[in-house]
Protein backbone atom coordinates (compact mmCIF):
# COMPACT_ATOMS: atom_id res chain seq x y z
CA UNK A 1 0.00 0.00 0.00
CA UNK A 2 1.38 3.23 -0.89
CA UNK A 3 0.71 5.96 1.49
CA UNK A 4 0.23 9.74 1.26
CA UNK A 5 2.88 11.89 2.05
CA UNK A 6 2.44 13.75 5.18
CA UNK A 7 4.49 17.13 6.93
CA UNK A 8 3.73 18.07 10.96
CA UNK A 9 5.72 21.05 12.14
CA UNK A 10 5.95 21.88 16.10
CA UNK A 11 6.94 25.34 17.90
CA UNK A 12 9.79 25.98 19.92
CA UNK A 13 9.24 27.10 23.68
CA UNK A 14 9.82 29.80 26.24
CA UNK A 15 8.86 29.40 29.82
CA UNK A 16 8.21 33.17 30.89
CA UNK A 17 7.34 32.35 34.33
CA UNK A 18 7.48 29.31 36.71
CA UNK A 19 10.90 28.05 36.04
CA UNK A 20 11.44 25.24 38.80
CA UNK A 21 8.04 26.16 40.01
CA UNK A 22 6.58 24.00 37.41
CA UNK A 23 8.47 20.92 38.57
CA UNK A 24 6.05 20.69 41.03
CA UNK A 25 2.26 19.98 40.54
CA UNK A 26 1.42 21.81 42.89
CA UNK A 27 2.65 25.26 40.69
CA UNK A 28 2.01 26.02 37.18
CA UNK A 29 4.25 27.48 34.72
CA UNK A 30 3.16 30.17 32.22
CA UNK A 31 5.34 29.20 28.85
CA UNK A 32 5.25 30.31 25.68
CA UNK A 33 5.17 29.00 22.23
CA UNK A 34 7.12 30.54 19.65
CA UNK A 35 7.21 30.97 16.12
CA UNK A 36 10.22 28.82 15.22
CA UNK A 37 9.46 25.26 14.46
CA UNK A 38 10.54 21.95 13.84
CA UNK A 39 9.24 20.46 10.78
CA UNK A 40 9.36 16.59 10.09
CA UNK A 41 8.13 15.46 6.88
CA UNK A 42 7.53 11.70 6.05
CA UNK A 43 6.94 9.71 2.70
CA UNK A 44 7.32 6.53 1.15
CA UNK A 45 10.97 5.93 -0.35
CA UNK A 46 11.21 5.63 -3.81
CA UNK A 47 11.42 2.20 -5.01
CA UNK A 48 14.25 3.06 -7.28
CA UNK A 49 16.82 3.28 -3.82
CA UNK A 50 16.99 -0.42 -3.49
CA UNK A 51 15.33 -0.82 0.09
CA UNK A 52 13.22 -3.30 0.49
CA UNK A 53 14.04 -4.22 3.87
CA UNK A 54 12.08 -2.32 6.94
CA UNK A 55 13.99 0.60 6.93
CA UNK A 56 13.27 3.87 7.90
CA UNK A 57 15.83 6.88 6.41
CA UNK A 58 15.94 9.86 8.34
CA UNK A 59 17.77 13.33 7.11
CA UNK A 60 18.35 16.33 8.11
CA UNK A 61 19.49 18.09 5.45
CA UNK A 62 20.64 21.36 7.40
CA UNK A 63 24.02 19.72 9.31
CA UNK A 64 26.87 17.80 8.07
CA UNK A 65 26.63 13.84 8.76
CA UNK A 66 23.07 14.58 9.68
CA UNK A 67 21.42 11.06 8.40
CA UNK A 68 20.58 7.52 9.84
CA UNK A 69 19.01 4.42 9.51
CA UNK A 70 17.06 2.12 11.38
CA UNK A 71 16.00 -1.40 11.04
CA UNK A 72 13.03 -2.36 12.67
CA UNK A 73 11.25 -5.82 13.44
CA UNK A 74 8.82 -6.31 15.87
CA UNK A 75 10.28 -7.67 19.31
CA UNK A 76 8.73 -11.04 20.62
CA UNK A 77 6.52 -11.31 23.84
CA UNK A 78 4.60 -8.11 23.22
CA UNK A 79 7.73 -5.84 23.15
CA UNK A 80 7.39 -3.48 20.87
CA UNK A 81 9.27 -2.64 17.66
CA UNK A 82 12.93 -2.90 18.01
CA UNK A 83 14.49 -0.15 16.29
CA UNK A 84 18.67 -0.54 15.23
CA UNK A 85 20.66 1.79 14.24
CA UNK A 86 22.24 0.31 10.75
CA UNK A 87 23.82 4.11 9.58
CA UNK A 88 24.52 6.98 11.69
CA UNK A 89 25.61 10.18 11.18
CA UNK A 90 26.66 8.96 7.63
CA UNK A 91 28.86 6.11 8.17
CA UNK A 92 27.38 2.35 7.85
CA UNK A 93 27.83 0.45 10.93
CA UNK A 94 28.89 -2.92 9.67
CA UNK A 95 31.23 -1.65 7.27
CA UNK A 96 33.49 0.28 10.23
CA UNK A 97 35.22 -2.49 11.34
CA UNK A 98 37.18 0.19 14.09
CA UNK A 99 33.79 1.74 14.60
CA UNK A 100 33.81 1.98 18.85
CA UNK A 101 31.09 1.69 20.70
CA UNK A 102 32.12 5.45 21.76
CA UNK A 103 31.96 6.06 18.20
CA UNK A 104 28.56 4.64 17.85
CA UNK A 105 26.88 6.55 20.86
CA UNK A 106 28.80 10.09 20.15
CA UNK A 107 26.88 10.12 16.24
CA UNK A 108 23.65 8.53 17.27
CA UNK A 109 20.83 10.52 17.27
CA UNK A 110 18.90 9.42 20.48
CA UNK A 111 16.09 12.04 20.45
CA UNK A 112 15.36 10.24 16.71
CA UNK A 113 15.76 6.76 17.48
CA UNK A 114 14.17 6.68 20.50
CA UNK A 115 10.98 8.90 18.74
CA UNK A 116 11.10 6.00 16.08
CA UNK A 117 10.92 3.20 18.22
CA UNK A 118 8.06 4.75 20.87
CA UNK A 119 6.20 5.78 17.92
CA UNK A 120 6.39 2.58 16.42
CA UNK A 121 5.91 0.12 19.13
CA UNK A 122 2.15 2.14 19.82
CA UNK A 123 1.31 2.41 15.84
CA UNK A 124 1.93 -1.81 15.81
CA UNK A 125 -0.20 -1.76 19.55
CA UNK A 126 -3.14 -0.14 17.57
CA UNK A 127 -2.89 -1.72 13.98
CA UNK A 128 -1.24 -3.98 11.74
CA UNK A 129 2.34 -4.61 12.63
CA UNK A 130 3.01 -4.07 9.16
CA UNK A 131 4.86 -0.71 8.43
CA UNK A 132 6.40 -0.23 5.30
CA UNK A 133 9.67 1.44 4.96
CA UNK A 134 9.98 5.44 4.62
CA UNK A 135 11.58 8.39 4.84
CA UNK A 136 11.58 10.94 6.73
CA UNK A 137 13.22 14.44 6.51
CA UNK A 138 13.75 17.49 9.30
CA UNK A 139 14.26 20.67 8.42
CA UNK A 140 14.59 23.70 11.59
CA UNK A 141 13.49 27.13 11.33
CA UNK A 142 16.85 28.80 11.70
CA UNK A 143 16.21 30.90 14.83
CA UNK A 144 17.09 27.42 17.04
CA UNK A 145 20.54 27.64 16.44
CA UNK A 146 22.98 30.68 16.17
CA UNK A 147 24.00 31.56 12.42
CA UNK A 148 27.03 33.71 12.20
CA UNK A 149 26.85 37.39 12.14
CA UNK A 150 27.97 38.23 8.60
CA UNK A 151 25.18 35.79 7.67
CA UNK A 152 22.70 37.57 9.00
CA UNK A 153 23.83 41.30 8.15
CA UNK A 154 25.10 40.22 4.80
CA UNK A 155 23.64 41.49 1.48
CA UNK A 156 21.88 38.05 0.67
CA UNK A 157 18.64 37.10 2.08
CA UNK A 158 19.10 34.03 4.55
CA UNK A 159 17.14 30.77 2.97
CA UNK A 160 14.33 29.75 5.35
CA UNK A 161 16.15 26.90 6.08
CA UNK A 162 20.02 27.84 6.12
CA UNK A 163 22.87 25.04 5.67
CA UNK A 164 24.88 25.58 8.83
CA UNK A 165 27.35 23.37 7.34
CA UNK A 166 28.32 21.85 10.74
CA UNK A 167 27.31 18.37 12.50
CA UNK A 168 24.10 19.05 15.15
CA UNK A 169 26.74 18.27 17.67
CA UNK A 170 28.57 21.74 16.76
CA UNK A 171 26.24 24.13 16.59
CA UNK A 172 25.45 26.36 18.87
CA UNK A 173 21.74 25.88 20.50
CA UNK A 174 19.97 28.92 21.52
CA UNK A 175 17.63 26.89 23.73
CA UNK A 176 14.43 26.98 22.42
CA UNK A 177 13.50 23.67 22.84
CA UNK A 178 14.55 21.79 19.61
CA UNK A 179 14.50 18.21 20.79
CA UNK A 180 10.72 19.05 22.05
CA UNK A 181 9.78 20.41 18.70
CA UNK A 182 11.15 17.59 17.34
CA UNK A 183 10.40 14.43 19.10
CA UNK A 184 6.67 16.31 18.89
CA UNK A 185 6.50 16.92 15.12
CA UNK A 186 8.03 13.63 14.62
CA UNK A 187 5.71 11.76 16.51
CA UNK A 188 2.83 13.48 14.89
CA UNK A 189 4.21 12.90 11.36
CA UNK A 190 4.90 9.14 11.63
CA UNK A 191 1.33 8.82 13.73
CA UNK A 192 -0.19 10.59 10.68
CA UNK A 193 1.66 8.61 7.95
CA UNK A 194 0.73 5.10 9.39
CA UNK A 195 -2.57 5.49 10.70
CA UNK A 196 -5.60 5.82 9.48
CA UNK A 197 -7.42 9.13 10.20
CA UNK A 198 -10.29 7.46 12.16
CA UNK A 199 -7.45 6.09 14.70
CA UNK A 200 -5.41 9.09 14.66
CA UNK A 201 -6.16 13.07 13.56
CA UNK A 202 -3.55 15.88 14.81
CA UNK A 203 -6.18 18.35 14.26
CA UNK A 204 -8.46 16.72 16.86
CA UNK A 205 -8.54 17.70 20.71
CA UNK A 206 -8.00 13.12 21.16
CA UNK A 207 -5.39 13.40 18.60
CA UNK A 208 -3.55 16.22 20.41
CA UNK A 209 -3.95 14.21 23.68
CA UNK A 210 -2.62 11.22 22.10
CA UNK A 211 0.20 13.27 20.95
CA UNK A 212 1.03 14.79 24.07
CA UNK A 213 1.02 11.07 26.00
CA UNK A 214 3.49 9.75 23.17
CA UNK A 215 6.14 12.75 22.78
CA UNK A 216 6.06 13.09 26.11
CA UNK A 217 7.05 9.69 26.77
CA UNK A 218 9.93 9.49 23.89
CA UNK A 219 11.18 13.03 25.36
CA UNK A 220 11.46 11.51 28.86
CA UNK A 221 13.07 8.08 27.57
CA UNK A 222 15.44 9.94 25.47
CA UNK A 223 16.47 12.49 28.50
CA UNK A 224 16.46 9.77 30.25
CA UNK A 225 14.83 11.54 33.40
CA UNK A 226 11.29 12.54 33.63
CA UNK A 227 11.39 16.85 33.95
CA UNK A 228 8.44 18.85 34.07
CA UNK A 229 7.17 18.29 30.03
CA UNK A 230 6.28 22.06 29.93
CA UNK A 231 8.17 21.96 26.25
CA UNK A 232 6.43 18.88 24.83
CA UNK A 233 3.20 20.85 26.18
CA UNK A 234 3.60 23.72 24.52
CA UNK A 235 4.90 21.94 21.33
CA UNK A 236 1.58 19.88 21.39
CA UNK A 237 -0.75 22.94 22.55
CA UNK A 238 1.07 26.12 21.66
CA UNK A 239 1.34 28.85 24.76
CA UNK A 240 -0.61 27.78 27.67
CA UNK A 241 -0.72 28.11 31.60
CA UNK A 242 0.79 24.64 31.93
CA UNK A 243 0.53 21.93 35.02
CA UNK A 244 2.73 19.20 34.95
CA UNK A 245 1.78 15.40 34.80
CA UNK A 246 2.33 13.20 38.06
CA UNK A 247 6.07 12.09 37.16
CA UNK A 248 4.68 7.92 38.21
CA UNK A 249 2.75 7.75 34.87
CA UNK A 250 6.56 7.47 33.14
CA UNK A 251 8.08 5.71 35.45
CA UNK A 252 6.39 2.27 35.65
CA UNK A 253 6.64 0.77 32.67
CA UNK A 254 9.58 -1.71 31.05
CA UNK A 255 11.95 -0.80 28.64
CA UNK A 256 11.10 -1.20 24.98
CA UNK A 257 11.98 -4.55 23.63
CA UNK A 258 11.07 -6.34 27.19
CA UNK A 259 7.89 -8.43 27.68
CA UNK A 260 4.68 -6.30 27.75
CA UNK A 261 6.48 -3.11 26.42
CA UNK A 262 3.92 -2.48 23.49
CA UNK A 263 0.64 -2.76 25.38
CA UNK A 264 1.92 -0.59 28.56
CA UNK A 265 3.08 2.19 26.17
CA UNK A 266 -0.40 1.88 24.03
CA UNK A 267 -1.90 1.75 27.70
CA UNK A 268 -0.25 4.52 29.03
CA UNK A 269 -0.88 6.74 25.78
CA UNK A 270 -4.56 5.69 25.65
CA UNK A 271 -4.80 5.85 29.45
CA UNK A 272 -6.58 2.41 29.34
CA UNK A 273 -6.76 -0.92 31.33
CA UNK A 274 -6.23 0.70 34.39
CA UNK A 275 -3.32 2.57 33.24
CA UNK A 276 -2.82 5.96 35.48
CA UNK A 277 -5.27 8.58 33.95
CA UNK A 278 -2.46 11.71 32.54
CA UNK A 279 -3.28 14.66 35.21
CA UNK A 280 -1.35 17.57 33.32
CA UNK A 281 -3.61 20.48 32.89
CA UNK A 282 -3.07 22.89 29.67
CA UNK A 283 -5.29 26.51 29.86
CA UNK A 284 -5.22 28.19 26.92
CA UNK A 285 -7.74 30.46 27.52
CA UNK A 286 -6.77 34.58 29.01
CA UNK A 287 -3.40 33.51 27.58
CA UNK A 288 -2.56 35.99 25.56
CA UNK A 289 0.87 38.86 24.59
CA UNK A 290 -1.71 42.26 24.40
CA UNK A 291 -2.30 43.50 20.48
CA UNK A 292 0.87 46.06 20.36
CA UNK A 293 3.42 43.92 22.12
CA UNK A 294 5.76 41.34 21.61
CA UNK A 295 7.96 38.94 22.95
CA UNK A 296 11.48 39.02 21.68
CA UNK A 297 14.15 36.24 22.52
CA UNK A 298 18.17 37.23 23.22
CA UNK A 299 20.66 34.63 22.99
CA UNK A 300 23.12 35.03 25.50
CA UNK A 301 26.13 32.95 24.20
CA UNK A 302 28.12 31.83 27.36
CA UNK A 303 25.44 29.21 28.27
CA UNK A 304 24.51 27.18 31.43
CA UNK A 305 24.65 23.67 32.54
CA UNK A 306 20.48 23.44 33.16
CA UNK A 307 20.85 19.60 34.35
CA UNK A 308 22.97 20.36 37.25
CA UNK A 309 21.34 23.95 37.99
CA UNK A 310 18.39 22.24 38.48
CA UNK A 311 19.76 19.76 40.97
CA UNK A 312 21.04 22.55 43.14
CA UNK A 313 17.89 24.28 43.53
CA UNK A 314 16.13 21.71 44.31
CA UNK A 315 18.54 19.72 46.56
CA UNK A 316 18.33 23.22 48.61
CA UNK A 317 14.58 23.51 48.40
CA UNK A 318 14.62 19.85 50.37
CA UNK A 319 17.30 20.95 52.95
CA UNK A 320 15.47 24.40 53.64
CA UNK A 321 11.35 23.57 52.64
CA UNK A 322 9.90 26.62 54.77
CA UNK A 323 12.27 28.98 53.28
CA UNK A 324 12.23 27.98 49.71
CA UNK A 325 8.29 27.48 49.53
CA UNK A 326 7.75 30.87 50.82
CA UNK A 327 9.23 32.56 47.92
CA UNK A 328 7.55 30.06 45.74
CA UNK A 329 4.13 30.95 46.94
CA UNK A 330 4.93 34.49 46.73
CA UNK A 331 6.50 33.86 42.95
CA UNK A 332 3.85 32.00 42.32
CA UNK A 333 1.33 34.72 42.88
CA UNK A 334 3.03 37.18 40.87
CA UNK A 335 3.39 34.10 37.88
CA UNK A 336 -0.02 34.14 38.00
CA UNK A 337 -0.80 37.55 38.03
CA UNK A 338 1.40 38.37 35.45
CA UNK A 339 -1.22 36.17 33.07
CA UNK A 340 -3.83 38.82 34.57
CA UNK A 341 -1.36 41.93 33.70
CA UNK A 342 -1.25 41.25 30.17
CA UNK A 343 -4.82 40.50 29.98
CA UNK A 344 -5.94 43.37 31.50
CA UNK A 345 -3.59 45.64 29.23
CA UNK A 346 -5.05 43.82 26.22
CA UNK A 347 -8.61 45.32 27.69
CA UNK A 348 -8.24 48.83 28.88
CA UNK A 349 -8.76 51.73 26.95
CA UNK A 350 -5.96 53.86 27.90
CA UNK A 351 -3.30 55.19 24.95
CA UNK A 352 -0.36 56.34 26.90
CA UNK A 353 2.00 52.81 26.35
CA UNK A 354 3.56 54.02 29.77
CA UNK A 355 0.60 54.15 31.52
CA UNK A 356 -0.77 51.16 29.84
CA UNK A 357 1.57 48.57 30.63
CA UNK A 358 2.82 49.83 33.97
CA UNK A 359 1.27 46.80 35.97
CA UNK A 360 3.07 44.72 33.40
CA UNK A 361 6.61 46.50 34.41
CA UNK A 362 5.76 46.35 37.90
CA UNK A 363 5.17 42.46 37.73
CA UNK A 364 8.29 41.88 36.27
CA UNK A 365 10.22 43.97 38.74
CA UNK A 366 8.55 41.79 41.65
CA UNK A 367 9.17 38.57 39.66
CA UNK A 368 12.73 39.30 39.01
CA UNK A 369 13.53 40.18 42.78
CA UNK A 370 11.99 37.22 43.80
CA UNK A 371 14.23 35.08 41.28
CA UNK A 372 17.18 36.84 42.83
CA UNK A 373 16.28 35.97 46.03
CA UNK A 374 15.65 32.31 45.29
CA UNK A 375 19.62 32.50 43.55
CA UNK A 376 21.03 34.22 46.28
CA UNK A 377 19.40 31.16 49.17
CA UNK A 378 20.37 28.85 46.46
CA UNK A 379 23.72 30.25 45.79
CA UNK A 380 22.33 28.85 42.13
CA UNK A 381 23.10 31.35 39.46
CA UNK A 382 19.16 32.22 37.72
CA UNK A 383 19.68 35.95 37.41
CA UNK A 384 22.78 36.67 37.76
CA UNK A 385 24.53 40.11 38.41
CA UNK A 386 25.99 40.12 34.66
CA UNK A 387 21.72 39.38 33.47
CA UNK A 388 20.56 41.68 36.28
CA UNK A 389 23.08 44.61 34.40
CA UNK A 390 21.67 42.91 30.70
CA UNK A 391 17.97 42.82 31.91
CA UNK A 392 18.47 46.93 33.47
CA UNK A 393 20.01 48.15 30.34
CA UNK A 394 17.28 46.49 28.20
CA UNK A 395 14.48 47.57 30.42
CA UNK A 396 16.16 51.38 30.16
CA UNK A 397 15.18 51.62 26.19
CA UNK A 398 12.01 53.08 25.14
CA UNK A 399 9.77 50.86 24.25
CA UNK A 400 10.30 48.13 26.19
CA UNK A 401 8.11 46.86 29.02
CA UNK A 402 10.09 44.30 30.64
CA UNK A 403 12.07 40.90 30.67
CA UNK A 404 13.23 38.06 32.76
CA UNK A 405 15.65 35.62 32.68
CA UNK A 406 13.64 32.44 30.89
CA UNK A 407 13.28 28.67 31.94
CA UNK A 408 16.13 27.84 33.92
CA UNK A 409 17.72 31.06 33.84
CA UNK A 410 21.41 31.05 34.05
CA UNK A 411 23.64 32.86 31.08
CA UNK A 412 21.55 31.40 28.27
CA UNK A 413 19.33 33.79 27.56
CA UNK A 414 17.10 36.87 28.43
CA UNK A 415 12.89 37.55 27.51
CA UNK A 416 11.64 40.55 26.84
CA UNK A 417 8.15 41.78 26.44
CA UNK A 418 8.40 45.09 24.21
CA UNK A 419 6.22 47.61 22.00
CA UNK A 420 5.99 45.92 18.48
CA UNK A 421 7.56 48.71 16.80
CA UNK A 422 10.30 48.92 14.72
CA UNK A 423 12.05 51.47 16.34
CA UNK A 424 12.01 49.92 19.47
CA UNK A 425 13.74 46.74 18.39
CA UNK A 426 16.30 49.14 16.12
CA UNK A 427 17.40 50.82 19.59
CA UNK A 428 17.42 47.61 21.21
CA UNK A 429 19.76 45.85 18.63
CA UNK A 430 22.30 49.05 18.71
CA UNK A 431 22.26 48.39 23.02
CA UNK A 432 22.66 44.66 21.97
CA UNK A 433 25.67 45.18 19.40
CA UNK A 434 27.79 46.71 21.53
CA UNK A 435 26.99 44.57 24.98
CA UNK A 436 30.01 42.51 26.38
CA UNK A 437 29.18 39.95 29.31
CA UNK A 438 31.82 40.70 31.58
CA UNK A 439 34.07 37.48 33.07
CA UNK A 440 32.26 36.73 36.26
CA UNK A 441 33.08 35.19 39.66
CA UNK A 442 31.54 32.32 38.17
CA UNK A 443 34.03 31.94 35.32
CA UNK A 444 31.58 32.82 32.64
CA UNK A 445 33.76 33.76 29.60
CA UNK A 446 32.98 37.22 28.13
CA UNK A 447 30.28 36.50 25.80
CA UNK A 448 27.98 38.61 23.21
CA UNK A 449 24.45 38.92 23.08
CA UNK A 450 22.31 38.49 19.77
CA UNK A 451 18.52 39.33 18.96
CA UNK A 452 16.53 36.42 17.77
CA UNK A 453 13.71 36.48 14.76
CA UNK A 454 11.68 34.51 16.87
CA UNK A 455 8.29 35.95 18.38
CA UNK A 456 5.42 34.31 20.48
CA UNK A 457 2.75 32.16 18.67
CA UNK A 458 -0.38 31.02 19.77
CA UNK A 459 -0.73 27.90 18.07
CA UNK A 460 1.07 24.12 18.82
CA UNK A 461 1.57 21.38 16.47
CA UNK A 462 0.16 21.69 12.79
CA UNK A 463 -0.39 19.90 10.12
CA UNK A 464 1.42 21.05 6.62
CA UNK A 465 1.11 21.87 3.35
CA UNK A 466 3.87 18.78 1.74
CA UNK A 467 4.56 21.36 -1.21
CA UNK A 468 6.47 24.26 0.93
CA UNK A 469 9.47 21.83 1.32
CA UNK A 470 10.25 19.78 -1.99
CA UNK A 471 13.15 22.33 -2.50
CA UNK A 472 14.84 21.13 0.83
CA UNK A 473 14.34 17.61 0.64
CA UNK A 474 17.38 15.98 -1.57
N1 LIG B 1 17.49 19.81 13.27
C1 LIG B 1 17.71 18.69 13.97
N2 LIG B 1 17.89 17.51 13.35
C2 LIG B 1 18.11 16.39 14.05
N3 LIG B 1 18.20 16.34 15.38
C3 LIG B 1 18.05 17.48 16.07
C4 LIG B 1 17.80 18.71 15.40
N4 LIG B 1 17.69 19.69 16.32
C5 LIG B 1 17.86 19.09 17.53
N5 LIG B 1 18.08 17.78 17.38
C6 LIG B 1 18.31 16.79 18.45
O1 LIG B 1 18.03 17.42 19.69
C7 LIG B 1 19.22 17.49 20.49
C8 LIG B 1 19.25 18.80 21.27
O2 LIG B 1 18.35 18.67 22.32
P1 LIG B 1 18.52 19.41 23.73
O3 LIG B 1 17.35 18.98 24.57
O4 LIG B 1 19.90 19.22 24.19
O5 LIG B 1 18.38 20.91 23.28
P2 LIG B 1 17.18 21.89 23.19
O6 LIG B 1 15.92 21.10 23.30
O7 LIG B 1 17.30 22.75 21.98
O8 LIG B 1 17.53 22.77 24.44
P3 LIG B 1 16.69 23.48 25.57
O9 LIG B 1 15.90 22.42 26.29
O10 LIG B 1 17.76 24.11 26.41
O11 LIG B 1 15.82 24.47 24.92
C9 LIG B 1 20.36 17.37 19.49
O12 LIG B 1 21.51 16.84 20.10
C10 LIG B 1 19.77 16.39 18.48
O13 LIG B 1 19.82 15.06 18.96
C1 LIG C 1 14.06 24.46 35.45
C2 LIG C 1 12.90 24.01 34.60
O1 LIG C 1 11.68 24.27 35.32
C3 LIG C 1 12.80 24.81 33.31
C4 LIG C 1 13.95 24.65 32.34
O2 LIG C 1 13.64 25.44 31.21
P1 LIG C 1 14.67 25.73 30.02
O3 LIG C 1 15.12 24.39 29.49
O4 LIG C 1 15.77 26.56 30.63
O5 LIG C 1 13.85 26.52 29.01
C5 LIG C 1 13.03 22.51 34.34
C6 LIG C 1 11.75 21.85 33.80
O6 LIG C 1 10.67 22.44 33.90
O7 LIG C 1 11.85 20.69 33.31
Redesign the pocket.
Known amino acids: MVRNAVAVSAP??VLLAGGYLVLDREYTGLVFGLDAR?HVTVQAIPTSSGVTLNEIVVQ?P??QD?AWEYGYRLAERDGGMSVTPLRVSGAYLPRLHSYSDADLNLNR????ETTISYALSYIASLSSPMISPASVT???DND?YSTPASLASGPDPVPRFHNFDVP??K?H??????????VTALTGALLSYYLPRETYDTTTDLGKRQLHNLAQAAHCAA?GKVGSGF?VASAVHGSCIYRRFSPCILTRHVEPGKRNFGSQLRDIVNESHGSLEWDHEILKEGVKVPKGLRLVMCDVSCGSQ?PGMVKQVLAWRKAKPAEANEIWTELHRNNIALVGDLRSAAEIAEHNPARRYADITKRFHSIRALIRTMSEKSGVPIEPPEQTELLDACENVPGVVGGVVP?AGGY?AVALLIQDDEDVIARLQRLLAGWKFRTSENGVAGGRVSMLGVREEMEGVRVEEMGQYREWMT
Open positions: GKISQFANIFIILAYISAKTGLGSSAALQDTGD
